[in-house]
């Protein structure tokens, strides 16, 4: 027996029903993960499930038990602006948002003709929303997409990937383009701040396969590479930081002590349990509870290190649509900030004030205000725990004056 088909019944507080089916094509001994409805209706859930499957030309049927759960009403859930996307524009990308909180950069690409495309990266201004596409003659050459851009700390250049999957750098001050990897691979990067308070002071960290790094077909995995800020041949001075099964797509942490990552617990055609995950400085991997990936875009830290946005998609069978969720580090807070939609919400960029999210709803962008700044999730979290020990005070106290 390979192919069980799963169905999950929930019962919203308003007595509406919904229907999720999963087709897993894995052992029946396994684990089988139900995510609860997105949904933006708070209050009592209920939920039981049926399982179908066949054996020896037999089709059997099983039912579970009915269980409740609670859907707490959102804290940082927002209003939303849109924003109309050009029309020329294909595969739009939210990339990155500028560490003055001024711009926000994307990628794009139009068509040249039925054989070729033509990449390109655009700012936004957060001010009136409009756009500027740079002009970077080396993108007139190649015939692919950016898969990944982003503002330096420092604010004076973009990093973006292109041309076979190298690092590029652009000057934003003098419209320079340097090449700063000689790679055949496409690589992911990130950046890595000694000083918090000297934002000049960083690293550019990339992830490169080891098998391909060291020309080694016994490595396996990825490797992270420290290659400076691409001055000074720093590229050449290249150190490894550490290395993984699953580094290929990751992101630093503010204070650059946690390595944030997608960890697949099991995976095959159609689907995949993957869960949030970080290293920490020791090289121990961490897995973050309360959260289910499937095959969701990478995840993100807000600006404080001590949440996370991530997004839940599936992983190419059923609906396209997916979700954006926010979670403490610790697995104890999760809020579900943009509800279901079939538009697929996937990429997306936090503000560094942590005020707001900007993302692409196709067909529009959104930009949601949060309700309240993610800087602030340490009080509002104490406040919960307060109120939660609220009702014991006050039981003690009238068993006191018994």
Excluded at 20 to 30: G, L, Q, V
Excluded at 192 to 204: D, Q, R, V
Aim: some cysteine.
């Amino acid at each position: 027996m390979h192919s069980v088909n799963l169905k999950a019944h929930f019962t919203d507080p308003n007595g509406n029903e919904f229907l999720t089916i999963y087709n897993a094509e894995k052992e029946s001994c396994t684990n089988f993960t139900v995510s609860t409805p997105n949904t933006d209706v708070s209050g009592v859930w209920s939920v039981y499930v049926t399982v179908l499957w066949m054996e020896d030309e037999t089709l059997y049927e099983t039912t579970s038990n009915q269980i409740s759960f609670q859907v707490k009403e959102p804290i940082f859930r927002g209003t939303i602006e849109k924003i109309s996307v050009p029309k020329a524009w294909h595969n739009v990308y939210t990339q990155d948002w500028s560490a003055d909180g001024k711009s926000i950069l994307m990628t794009y690409y139009q068509t040249v003709d039925a054989d070729s495309i033509l990449p390109r990266i655009a700012v936004m201004s957060t001010d009136n929303f409009d756009i500027v596409t740079l002009d970077i003659p080396m993108l007139l050459e190649t015939d692919e997409q950016i898969g990944l851009a982003k503002f330096s700390p420092d604010g004076k250049f973009i990093h973006f990937v292109a041309d076979d999957g190298n690092l590029f750098r652009y000057d934003l001050g003098t419209s320079e383009t340097l090449k700063l990897t000689h790679f055949s691979e496409w690589i992911h990067f990130d950046y890595y701040h000694y000083y918090e308070k000297e934002p000049e002071m960083y690293s550019i960290v990339i992830s490169l396969d080891r098998e391909s790094y060291y020309d080694d077909p016994s490595e396996q995995g990825f490797i992270l590479l420290d290659i400076g800020n691409g001055e000074e041949n720093s590229v050449e001075n290249t150190h490894e930081l550490i290395s993984g099964d699953e580094l290929h797509r990751f992101d630093i942490s503010p204070d650059g002590k946690k390595i944030l990552f997608h960890k697949t617990i099991e995976s095959s055609y159609g689907w995949a349990d993957r869960v949030l995950a970080y290293y920490t400085p020791e090289g121990n991997v961490v897995e973050i509870p309360n959260n289910q990936l499937n095959c969701g875009s990478p995840s993100k830290w807000a600006p404080n290190g001590e949440m996370i946005i991530f997004n839940v998609s599936s992983c190419g069978r059923g609906a396209l649509g997916s979700t954006l969720h926010l979670i403490s580090i610790d697995g104890a807070y999760h809020e579900l900030v943009l509800p279901y939609d079939n538009n697929n919400p996937d990429s997306f960029v936090i503000s560094p004030d942590g005020t707001s999210l900007f993302y692409l709803k196709h067909p529009d962008f959104e930009m949601m205000t949060l309700a309240k700044p993610i800087p602030e999730f340490e009080t509002i979290t104490m406040m919960i725990m307060m109120l939660s020990v609220l009702p014991i005070i006050l039981l003690r106290k009238q068993m006191m004056f018994k």
